[in-house]
């Protein structure tokens, strides 16, 4: 499944590094875990980056 390319609840300026790390979610998903995970992770991105928590 391909990432959405933002979520409104993500800041502008960390979209980009939203994108790069749905992408690498949806691939790890994918290969070694189910969609119901992948939904997981995905969901529990943008309240992350709201805290400013993707930048490291």
Do not use: G, N, W
């Amino acid at each position: 499944m391909t990432p959405p390319d933002h979520d409104e609840r993500v800041p502008k300026a960390l979209r980009d590094r939203y994108h790069e790390i749905t992408t690498l979610t949806d691939e790890f998903c994918s290969q070694y875990l189910t969609d119901e995970y992948r939904t997981f992770a995905v969901a529990s991105l943008p309240p992350c980056a709201a805290k400013d928590r993707l930048r490291s």
